[in-house]
């Protein structure tokens, strides 16, 4: 029985497919299926269903998984241990948000470069969703969304911290009066907002859909720092998280708005799943993240 065996079963099982695990783990799928077929051999029992395309554990193997788990996290505390004292120099890989990445992580990434100067790091961005199936097939270590909260059996949840989302507009505005608004007397301005569907844009939606009220944006985009730019140079306003636009608030470059009838906030929530073993890279960026001094994300 080989650990690369062991790695191939969590995957199957995770997947429920041999071309998908085959796929995440750089592997044929011919390899796939000989990896499986000896460890049945060997332990004498069918692990998987074959049913078409797909493959379900059987109870023998969902029995088994328990143990291939366990076996797999007892080498990695093992080889932690052995290592504890040793500079860390692996690979960290993140996907996060675009926002997040651009506002948030770049302190968080040069506290860790100095901490740990000899990991290499890699970025990716993404949707909430996008950054989910990443975690899911295996090509992210960590994902760190900004959302409502979420929650799965499969995940672990390693922080989830509040973040306000605020009205933002342009310096210059003309409002009428100084505040609090409602949202129904900011409706006649141009509306900078970022795609529908994506995260607290999901939640103004259902907001003016349950009051009736349809909004046709002058500006749909994903890129946070282009709406902020927008907001900076033209007449406009915007829905954004407030560590976005504290900043340019700061120097007098957008307002932020008091709006009495809506308010949200979104959590910054951490994950990664619960087949992916916590390399000692993952757990440094982890306790980092979630540390007083630091409350990046």
């Known amino acids: 029985m080989e650990v690369r065996q062991l790695n191939t079963l969590i995957r199957a099982a995770q997947f429920q497919s041999f071309s998908k695990a085959a796929e995440s783990l750089g592997y044929s799928q011919s ?3 000989v990896q499986i077929k000896a460890l049945e051999e060997e332990l004498g029992v069918r692990l998987f ?3 078409g395309k797909r493959v379900i554990l059987t109870a023998q193997g969902q029995c ?5 788990n366990s076996i797999l996290d007892t080498i990695h505390n093992a080889r932690r241990a052995l290592s504890e004292d040793a500079e860390l120099e692996g690979c960290l890989h993140i996907g996060t948000l675009e926002s997040l990445c651009f506002f948030r992580l770049p302190g968080l990434m040069h506290q860790f470069r100095v901490e740990h100067p000899k990991v290499s790091l890699r970025v990716t961005t993404g949707s909430p969703e996008e950054l989910i199936e990443k975690m899911e097939r295996g090509q992210v270590d960590l994902i760190c969304i900004l959302d409502e909260p979420r929650y799965s059996n499969s995940w672990h949840k390693c922080n989830e ?3 306000e989302v605020v009205f933002a507009a342009s310096p210059d505005i003309d409002l ?3 505040g609090p608004y409602r949202v129904a007397e900011l409706l006649d301005k141009p509306f900078f907002l970022t795609e529908r569907n994506a995260n607290y844009r999901r939640t103004f939606d259902r907001f003016l859909a349950s009051r009736q009220i349809e909004l ?4 749909e985009i994903s890129d946070t720092s282009f709406i902020i730019k927008m907001l900076e140079r033209s007449s406009g306003i915007s829905l954004l998280p ?5 900043e340019p608030a700061s120097r007098g470059d957008l307002r932020i708005l008091e709006v009495s009838d809506f308010r949200l906030t979104m959590y910054r929530q951490m994950f990664y799943h619960k087949d992916k073993c916590c390399t000692r890279e993952m757990d440094a960026f982890i306790q980092l993240a979630s540390g007083p001094d630091l409350p990046l994300l």
Do not use: C, K, N, Q
Request: glycine fraction near 4%; avoid cysteine.
């Open 64 to 68: 088994f998984l328990e143990y291939a």
């Open 49 to 51: 269903d074959r049913m």
């Open 161 to 163: 911290i509040p973040e």
């Open 31 to 33: 390899a796939v299926t």
């Open 216 to 219: 046709t944006p002058s500006l």
């Open 176 to 178: 009428g009066h100084p």
């Open 242 to 246: 407030r560590f976005a636009v504290a």
